[in-house]
């Protein structure tokens, strides 16, 4: 921590600002300059708040010289962090894509998608079961009867499983049916939900909080890290702004600010980030552009009869139509996505 | 739900929009003015999905005409909810104080606040025992020994006591000592929670979430109202913004606003809403001026030594001048306030 | 300027950074501690741009010491600066009072407001003659024609004027007409009209921009102070969120903080602030109760006839409901408002 | 427009707002549902405040059916403009490249400038000469010596000039050396210059503004175009959010947006928009793979010595780069950009 007094400070203010920090077990290091006097700050125990300095006579400025995540950071680890579920890589070379519907609805419905997504080249396939809705009166999802339908759609079409989880207490059941979990936006500070996937053998994938900052996300990717579970995987999926054109603002430039500042792979979820179809092909390009490692997406058979969110959901050709472009852009930036559908060799 | 065709929308169009609302179920009452056609949409089953329409050709605008709030909107109840918890009404004509440090440190530092709590005629005793901390490395505070301790501080001073539960799973034992359950504003949207809540025989304070608009907090006190808990406190407490010099923006015009569109009591928290000690005051006299019904306010005997949130907690002093203040102030929105201190006769 | 390197920051990067600096003609003063470097940076000619230092290899983070404004802050004047015009003194004891027609309609119009306005007690008729209308398709005001009938209509009431001008062009025949020149929120950073009042001998009120840091706003008053005009007064008058209840939020909380960092008086806009009648009061109150200098009110003889915001202009009895309501709110922070009328002496 | 009436509304409130109508001029068309009364409203004169309507007892809802905007939406125009500047199409299939030095620092500057400029394949040259700069303190520009200092530079490389001007006083004399005028950020609702921009014989690029809706762009744009000059070219150029981590988060989504409700060519500036140089290209590359019709850049021979902005200022050898990725981006939306260099053909 560096304390920069004002110009205008006392001999007496300086010396007071010493004193309370002595009392804290710091070691502090003075340096008087032509106009200011600063004051470096090390050791002492815990986390300080320095709003508690800022207050004190005298001082100017109070700035924290150490990032408050460690784990998560590259100075923790410069290299990428590459997750390995059953050979699907994530943070590697090629984007990996998850898409499905918003809810599993029904045994059939899950089983139909799961065929096309597959079919597209994606990885893993998505889809809700346990559904955070903003009205009590809304579709809430099937539960644990919809994590088996998904296992089940999935394990027919050799994809990865991942679904939301939102209460501690369904974790040790789903645990045996999905592959990534993922914590919504609005429990990415869930502090006892996080502390919890801090001891599960499992990726978590930890979506970015409607108003959260890039260092908030990175913190609550900290708190899972802490607990020793390494395997987190970042998701930029839109922030609230003025702007009400769109349901959220995706913010496209966190992807290369996370990638920079976090060995932590970065995903893209342009359907909440835009909330309306036809911008979610434009920003799904955009997001790989811009260097993210994947993307999940919301795709559905019928999306005019979804349960829930059918306006974001592209149809199954929209999601093919999609990959052909990524395979283009992905060239530019040095990466490859799903790889090109085998030809029949007729001859 | 209003469609408002657009004036370019051919019959063909408006026939699409027709076919699609009745097969979900909708009565469709058609006016075709001279530049525009609008569809009057009644029935169906459910919410609906506005964005479902919007992406059909031709559709211009699609306008909800009922709010998706019903239990803690005014039109389903006018008066003013007040909620009596053993003698103490909150909201009712006077204005509630609820006073003490961020955290339960200690049982004799609890018990030193809420004496001072009490003399400046506050009514609550505030306090955490449970600390949602962006830092996994920060005090997480006392836990259920934290209630205890404040149980009894409050007992002997005839308080009644408020703090934050974060965990659906702590709720059986906490209900055992306290009396107002406080939803944090991270939790805002933990919908596990909110429902728990809803089979509670106790009082929930609602804090309103960092980005969450007024609409969305009334929509988390319907999940707890749905339950059948109608004993709702909403609190303000700071919205994030561009402007960095305070913590959160304290959004003050919410207070009318809540106060208009709900029943329920409104209460202030200018602690949380503004971070920093000397911006306290004038934001709790200012909450006042504009209608709260309450204040919820950090204070500590020795804020300089306080394990969290120290920067933002009242001076005992402090509390005392501010609520000398305030008494002047509740006059001029025909409110009382804590009522003076009984002096001493002498004779 | 302090350079605080990072931990892993080579000797190599820690010579470069001080060559550039050198380079530039700063004074380095190096301080190196267990974990990180520290460098003070002092000298150098003219702004510098951090950004080009947190750019090089080995830099942690770059801060500032000193703010960017010199003449609008405390560390300038530590007295607060009272505006005196011809009697009226903005800044001091007195809470002043603003208050008219958002636009001047016609000459009997601003004569009828004149008289209401005097009768509430307000100091200084307000009123547009230049609008600033998002749509180029409304009414734009009556210009020069709209200021002469204020200045008749305030000197019939013995009023100043207030009025906004856009376009540095107008100056000079504006001047003539007002007494207080008004930059509104949409010109705050109009820094060529800016400049150009630097020289003007008139007070300036100075609204703060949409979404405008306090730091912006006191670097836009340092625009106009620098050119050697030190009577500027700020206007906070509501920022843009993601909350869309009302069209602006006001930021309470900046009336506090600004008269912390600057000398300057300081108004509020309640009418702006909220943009709808009901809203008005309340944040009026607010304000005071926050330690506003004065208020800038919307009011009009017959609100539902204005050609522009009649739904947040104040009826005259409103406007007089709300002085009596600010009489009782000022004493609770030492000050006064509007003498009461004088009462006829009855014996 | 349409009023949606609350279900609680009474018979007398439906014929106040009725006459209310009828007394502004409009013609009312008045439909009764099962639960609600809906007013459709057409005719009047002017522009409407919906406000004035929403205070009316018993009004749930007032809905504008039409956009604000006319001559910039798609329902004006429904192909793309196409913007030919001496051959130059901004606007069609051709992704146009605009790039330059932030500030015009001297004549011998600017000539290198337009060189590697060229070589890259933009075809216009950007440049500052009136710098609009939050510091009074800080280089404000060469002003008109720096406009002939572009345009020699330009003409000697064959590439068009676009320059930022601030004031319309300088309109008549910039004209001569400039091909398109820009309009910055902080001038979009500087409603005197853009009337001003509506009589000039010359392309404008307009900015949209750190907080301005999508909206309020395109309204913007009506002002130049409703005078006269419809060759209007909208820029996104980051908005102002909670993260800052960056001066600004660009708003790719706007692209896409803008591209749907306006024929005008869209443009993104990823300079501005994150205002930091290792983030200009990832954005860059976003913003074509999001459907921009060009990009304005900021590249200096020299940015470690530039005078403004060299933050946020590519090397020559990144502009080089980035075209060759936007190259291969710019095929995933069947578009072209800046040809590959001719190859010396050797035989």
């Known amino acids: 921590m560096i304390i920069v007094m004002n110009a205008t400070a006392t001999t007496e203010n300086i010396q007071a600002v010493v004193e309370r920090l002595t009392e804290q077990g710091f070691d502090i ?9 600063v004051l470096g700050v ?3 125990a815990g986390a300080v ?8 006579d005298g001082v100017g400025e109070v700035v924290r010289i150490s990032e408050p995540y460690k784990l998560a950071g590259r100075l923790f680890r410069k290299e990428d962090t590459v997750i390995d579920i059953r050979g699907v890589k994530i943070g590697g070379n090629e984007i990996v894509l998850m ?16 065929k096309f997504v597959k079919r597209s080249g994606a990885k893993v396939l998505r889809g809700g079961a346990f559904k955070p809705r903003s009205s009590p009166y809304s579709f809430q999802g099937l539960g644990v009867e919809g994590l088996k339908y998904m296992r089940e759609a999935a394990d027919e079409n050799g994809l990865l499983v991942i679904s939301e ?15 990534i979990i993922q914590v919504g936006a609005r429990n990415m500070q869930n502090y006892t939900l996080l502390r919890e996937l801090g001891n599960m053998p499992k990726p978590v994938l930890l979506k970015r909080g409607m108003s959260a900052t890039i260092k908030e ?25 003025f702007e009400s054109y769109t ?15 976090s060995h932590l792979p970065v995903i893209a979820d342009p359907s909440h980030g835009t909330g309306i179809r036809d911008k979610v092909t434009p920003m799904a390009r955009a997001s790989v552009a811009a260097g993210a490692d994947g993307l999940l997406i919301e795709a559905h058979q019928d999306p005019d009869h979804a349960l829930s969110d059918g306006a974001q959901s592209l149809y199954p050709d929209q999601l093919q139509e999609l990959v052909e472009q990524l ?8 990466r490859t996505i799903a790889p090109e559908p085998e030809r029949i060799n007729v001859s």
């Open 29 to 37: 290091h003075k340096s008087t300059g032509a106009t200011h006097t």
């Open 42 to 44: 090390v050791g002492g």
């Open 49 to 56: 708040d320095p709003r508690n300095y800022e207050l004190l």
């Open 99 to 114: 898409a499905g519907p918003c809810s599993v609805e029904s045994r059939s419905g899950i089983r139909e998608a799961a």
């Open 165 to 179: 989880i939102m209460d501690r207490m369904d974790l040790p059941t789903a645990m045996k049916y999905i592959d």
């Open 217 to 241: 996300l990175l913190m609550s990717a900290e708190y899972i890290m802490a607990g020793g579970n390494h395997e987190v995987i970042l998701c930029e999926r839109g922030i609230r702004t």
């Open 247 to 261: 349901r959220n603002t995706m913010d496209i430039s966190a992807i290369p600010i996370l990638k920079s500042l």
């Open 327 to 334: 395979r283009i852009i992905s060239k530019a930036v040095n």
